[in-house]
């Protein structure tokens, strides 16, 4: 019996001198599995009347917050395993220096070998029977360039025959972010994942830290999603000691947000439940607070919450009308 598998990998923060990390995730799935999701993620689309893609940096204004955490609901419920692996840029750009080699050198290294580790983890979780495996990155003409496609599968196909496993890489190659919804997840949780490891929610000078903040606290209070994305998201972590690799807890990072999260908005509605008891009207009080027309939903999420009702009542109930 054969069976077709789909891995989808994509990038965020490129290997180079800017960025302290840079980070590779990837997934798999069998082709009904995915042809569902994607059927799924569409319906959802379409009922919240979304046009654009889904990628984490474009988050910016919580009008799309229905969108965001109900395909976010959605995957983490399907039970997919993603694979992410972080990359120390300064040891590796040492690592450069001290062999002399450029960093498009150093690159080519890295892009053939950071998917191949990623996908190696997702083949022992494939079925004992016969499996063909497609492989769908994120455009990228530098992939192209460098030939990362046709080298994945020639890697990936050569540690089958020395392993003896039973899989044969069919396919290798990219698509536009946009014509691929398992690839906008990848990037949607990815972007969580970037965003709670650097600590970016500290930054509440910003409204738009402040709004993704938002976006990732509701998805997370939501069910038993805080055990589902430990389970599901796997991190790893390379820091140039041999062919070591360590696996990162991402319980740390989801705590030291929830705890910070926590207290911000206790904060934030004793300071609507003062101006509430004098000013009537959700206008009024979002330009007392100094809130942004980017930041509507999290008021109202804020005074559900005062009122005694759920935090995403307002949003999630049309979900699980339909799914």
């Not at 190696?120 to 460098?146: C, F, N, Q, W």
């Not at 599901?232 to 991402?250: L, R, T």
Request: hydrophobic share 40%; glycine share 4%; with cysteine.
């Amino acid at each position: 019996m054969f069976f077709e598998v789909l891995y989808f990998f994509c990038e965020s923060n490129k290997l180079d001198t800017t960025k302290k990390y840079s980070y590779y995730g990837a997934y798999g799935a069998d082709q009904t599995k995915c042809d569902s999701l994607v059927v799924d993620i569409s319906k959802i689309l379409r009922m919240t009347a979304k046009k654009s893609e889904f990628h984490f940096t474009e988050y910016k204004n919580d009008k799309n917050i229905a969108p965001y955490l109900y395909c976010l609901q959605h995957f983490i419920k399907t039970n997919f395993q993603i694979n992410i692996f972080v990359v120390d840029n300064d040891i590796a750009m040492n690592f450069a220096r001290t062999a002399d080699i450029s960093i498009t050198e150093l690159r080519n290294l890295f892009y053939v070998k950071i998917p191949e580790r990623l996908f190696y983890g997702l083949t022992r979780g494939l079925s004992d029977d016969y499996t063909t495996v497609e492989i769908i990155a994120d455009h990228s003409p530098e992939y192209g360039k460098m030939r990362v496609y046709s080298k994945l599968k020639q890697q990936m196909n050569a540690h089958a025959i020395y392993r003896g496993m039973k899989y044969y890489v069919n396919k290798a190659w990219y698509k536009d972010s946009h014509r691929s919804i398992p690839l906008q997840i990848v990037d949607l949780i990815m972007g969580i994942v970037v965003f709670l490891m650097e600590k970016s929610y500290l930054n509440i000078d910003d409204d738009k830290p402040i709004i993704k903040s938002d976006l990732i606290y509701r998805f997370l209070i939501e069910g038993q999603n805080i055990d589902l994305f430990e389970k599901q998201i796997n991190i790893f972590k390379w820091d140039g000691q041999k062919d070591i690799i360590h696996e990162v807890n991402i319980s740390d990072y989801l705590s030291q947000f929830m705890a910070f999260k926590t207290q911000f908005d206790v904060n934030e509605m004793t300071k609507i439940l003062n101006i509430k008891n004098s000013i009537g009207s959700t206008k009024d009080i979002r330009l007392k607070m100094d809130y942004t027309n980017n930041q509507l939903r999290m008021l109202l999420g804020y005074l559900d919450q005062l009122n005694g009702k759920g935090r995403n009542s307002f949003i999630m109930q049309n979900y699980y009308k339909i799914f």
